[in-house]
């Protein structure tokens, strides 16, 4: 596997499930983020993990919940969603030193029913 | 006022025609400046980075800057039917104290090369 990896690729679930998103990135950096898109809207960064630690979270609903257990890993925990955050969640990674140019993996299209 | 703006089209030019691209920023804190493209059922991929204004050539692509404006630019050459994608406009202040820092975007612009 090279580049930015994320799995499942598509996931419904109800509003009362509890799932989990995966992102893994094989290119030896150190900072990943989450970002959400949604029809029509620019990408929405979501969280933004820095050597493991989380340094930003974008005023994002408690029912989205991140963990980032070591710099090549990072997942989005999922629980009571609403129709409103179907979307293409999409995992990205860089360096801490040029985190502008950023890597992203191919997104989870979500759909909540 | 939205930060970034992009007109979201869709641009449909026929094969071999000069494509224009263009988003302009309210925040003069901009300094790093990205062009990504983004095929149907993809993620983004990073196309163009430019920092601060000036020109910088790849290829059939060019990105220019003008920060006095805050006006970016994504032109692309003898366009090609594989060109056909989403492309999106990106940018960062870059200094973030030595942390990782997340990028803004605008909604992108739907291009379509016909053949």
Same mark, same amino acid.
């Given at each position: %596997?090279?580049?930015?990896?994320?799995? =499942?690729?598509?996931?419904?679930?109800?509003?009362?499930?509890?799932? $989990? @998103?995966?992102? %893994?990135?094989?290119?030896?950096?150190?900072?990943?983020?989450?970002?959400?898109?949604?029809?029509?809207? !620019?990408?929405?960064?979501?969280?933004?993990?820095?050597?493991? %630690?989380?340094?930003?979270?974008? $005023?994002? !609903? $408690?029912?989205?919940? =991140?963990?980032? =257990?070591?710099? $090549?890993?990072?997942?989005?925990?999922?629980?009571?969603?609403? =129709? %409103? &955050?179907?979307? @293409?969640?999409?995992?990205?990674?860089?360096?801490?030193?040029?985190? &502008?140019?950023?890597?992203?993996?191919?997104?989870?299209?979500?759909?909540?029913? | 006022?939205?930060?970034?703006?992009?007109?979201? #089209?869709?641009?449909?030019?026929?094969? #071999?025609?000069?494509?224009?691209?263009?988003?302009?920023?309210?925040?003069?804190?901009?300094?790093?400046?990205?062009?990504?493209?983004?095929? /149907?059922?993809?993620?983004?991929?990073?196309? +163009?980075?430019?920092?601060?204004? #000036?020109?910088?050539?790849?290829?059939?692509?060019?990105?220019?800057?003008?920060? /006095? /404006?805050?006006?970016?630019?994504?032109?692309?050459?003898?366009?090609?039917?594989?060109? /056909?994608?989403?492309?999106?406009?990106? +940018?960062?202040?870059?200094?973030?104290?030595?942390?990782?820092?997340?990028?803004?975007?605008?909604? #992108?612009?739907?291009?379509?090369?016909?053949?």
């Amino acid at each position: %596997e090279t580049g930015v990896t994320q799995t =499942p690729r598509h996931l419904v679930m109800g509003m009362t499930n509890k799932k $989990s @998103l995966k992102c %893994e990135q094989h290119l030896g950096h150190n900072a990943m983020y989450w970002y959400k898109q949604s029809a029509k809207k !620019p990408l929405e960064l979501m969280f933004v993990y820095n050597f493991k %630690e989380q340094t930003e979270n974008n $005023s994002v !609903p $408690s029912r989205f919940s =991140p963990e980032c =257990p070591n710099s $090549s890993h990072l997942f989005l925990h999922l629980h009571t969603l609403q =129709p %409103e &955050d179907s979307a @293409l969640y999409l995992c990205a990674s860089s360096q801490v030193t040029a985190t &502008d140019t950023q890597y992203f993996g191919p997104g989870t299209r979500l759909t909540v029913l | 006022q939205k930060e970034v703006e992009q007109d979201p #089209g869709p641009l449909s030019v026929p094969e #071999g025609a000069i494509v224009s691209l263009n988003c302009t920023y309210s925040n003069s804190a901009f300094q790093y400046f990205m062009w990504y493209r983004q095929y /149907s059922r993809k993620g983004p991929e990073l196309l +163009m980075y430019t920092y601060s204004s #000036g020109n910088k050539e790849d290829g059939r692509f060019t990105a220019q800057v003008d920060k /006095s /404006s805050k006006y970016i630019s994504l032109f692309i050459r003898d366009s090609q039917p594989s060109d /056909s994608a989403t492309y999106l406009c990106a +940018m960062s202040e870059g200094d973030s104290g030595g942390g990782a820092d997340g990028l803004t975007f605008g909604k #992108g612009t739907h291009l379509i090369i016909q053949p």
